[in-house]
């Protein structure tokens, strides 16, 4: 039902606001009147499993086989100018391989593989983010998208509006100036904003960008319940990152606590558990 809704054929979109800027469909999909999106976030595309590493188009393609999921993957820019997905600055964590990113060329990078989380050396390489949203397209996978320090927003909007998949692409940005610059080069694009607070959602509401654009990251704790009934009121989305604590607190407890901070507000929880957190709250 969901890939239903959605997903279809887009035009171009302009580059300025404007009332004639055809939305992405996500727009209307991520709703909470709706509510026929998938309710898990997929921490950088997939952690913590063995023989699969985290921002692998290959580990987003197996996790996406198991359940249905939106998924987080960071992207970073290389020498050459060429955007990966990568988390940190250094490939040294992630690869078999050490440099920073931004001194390395796309070519060099092609030399190492990736590593999952518990040492061992796959066969996977650092895939370019034009791949990986080429293959989301043609899945119906969707992405929100983490932009590293020193890589430039309009260099991944530029991207997924030249793959034409703004259907499948969300933004993240951490501030009222990350948003209001994303929204000015993308007005059709849905944006992940920080609403941690009622002060960060009023410096929100005191802008141009329309709250349809919004989807409401909450933080990685749970919020005072006026929190989630202000947004949900505004037809707001709230997603919780339950990665770190929350996640090792519902593995300790027991994995109802997921359900349980579903219920309590949380639309979309972001987790590194993704299939223990997909079977306890569907």
């Given at each position: 039902?969901?890939?239903?809704?959605?997903?279809?054929?887009?035009?171009?979109?302009?580059?300025?606001?404007?009332?004639?800027?055809?939305?992405?469909?996500?727009?209307?999909?991520?709703?909470?009147?709706?509510?026929?999106?998938?309710?898990i976030?997929?921490?950088?595309?997939?952690?913590?499993?063995?023989?699969?590493?985290?921002?692998?188009?290959?580990?987003?393609?197996?996790?996406?086989?198991?359940?249905?999921?939106?998924?987080?993957?960071?992207?970073?820019?290389?020498?050459?100018?060429?955007?990966?997905?990568?988390?940190?600055?250094?490939?040294?964590?992630?690869?078999?391989?050490?440099?920073?990113?931004?001194?390395?060329?796309y070519?060099?990078?092609q030399?190492?593989?990736?590593?999952?989380?518990?040492?061992?050396v796959?066969?996977?390489?650092?895939?370019?983010?034009?791949?990986?949203?080429?293959?989301?397209?043609?899945?119906n996978?969707?992405?929100t998208?983490?932009?590293?320090?020193?890589?430039?927003?309009?260099?991944?909007?530029?991207?997924?509006?030249?793959?034409?998949?703004?259907?499948?692409?969300?933004?993240?940005?951490?501030?009222?100036?990350?948003?209001?610059?994303?929204?000015?080069?993308?007005?059709?694009?849905?944006?992940?904003?920080?609403?941690?607070?009622?002060t960060?959602?009023?410096?929100?509401?005191?802008?141009?960008?329309?709250?349809?654009?919004m989807?409401?990251?909450?933080?990685?704790?749970?919020?005072?319940?006026?929190?989630?009934?202000?947004?949900?009121?505004?037809?707001?989305?709230?997603?919780?990152?339950?990665?770190?604590?929350?996640?090792?607190?519902?593995?300790?407890?027991?994995?109802?606590?997921?359900?349980?901070?579903?219920?309590?507000?949380?639309?979309?929880i972001?987790?590194?558990?993704?299939?223990?957190?997909?079977?306890?709250?569907?």
């Amino acid at each position: 039902m969901f890939v239903i809704v959605f997903f279809g054929c887009k035009d171009a979109k302009e580059e300025t606001p404007s009332s004639s800027t055809a939305k992405s469909k996500l727009v209307e999909v991520f709703r909470v009147s709706k509510d026929s999106y998938p309710n898990i976030s997929v921490h950088r595309g997939g952690k913590g499993l063995k023989d699969y590493p985290e921002n692998a188009l290959e580990t987003i393609q197996y996790v996406s086989d198991s359940i249905s999921a939106i998924f987080e993957i960071d992207v970073a820019q290389t020498k050459d100018g060429q955007l990966v997905l990568m988390h940190d600055s250094a490939i040294d964590r992630t690869t078999d391989g050490n440099g920073l990113v931004k001194n390395l060329s796309y070519s060099e990078l092609q030399r190492y593989h990736l590593v999952d989380d518990f040492g061992n050396v796959t066969d996977f390489q650092i895939p370019l983010f034009s791949d990986v949203l080429k293959w989301c397209k043609s899945n119906n996978v969707v992405l929100t998208v983490d932009i590293k320090r020193g890589t430039p927003q309009k260099h991944v909007i530029d991207a997924i509006k030249s793959q034409q998949a703004e259907d499948i692409s969300i933004i993240i940005t951490y501030d009222v100036e990350q948003a209001t610059s994303a929204y000015a080069l993308a007005p059709e694009l849905l944006l992940s904003v920080s609403t941690r607070n009622h002060t960060e959602i009023d410096r929100l509401l005191e802008t141009d960008i329309p709250t349809e654009n919004m989807l409401a990251f909450t933080g990685t704790r749970l919020s005072n319940p006026s929190l989630y009934k202000r947004l949900h009121e505004e037809d707001i989305v709230c997603i919780l990152g339950t990665l770190g604590n929350l996640d090792k607190q519902a593995e300790v407890r027991g994995h109802d606590m997921y359900q349980r901070w579903h219920k309590f507000g949380a639309d979309i929880i972001a987790t590194d558990r993704p299939f223990e957190a997909h079977e306890a709250i569907n």
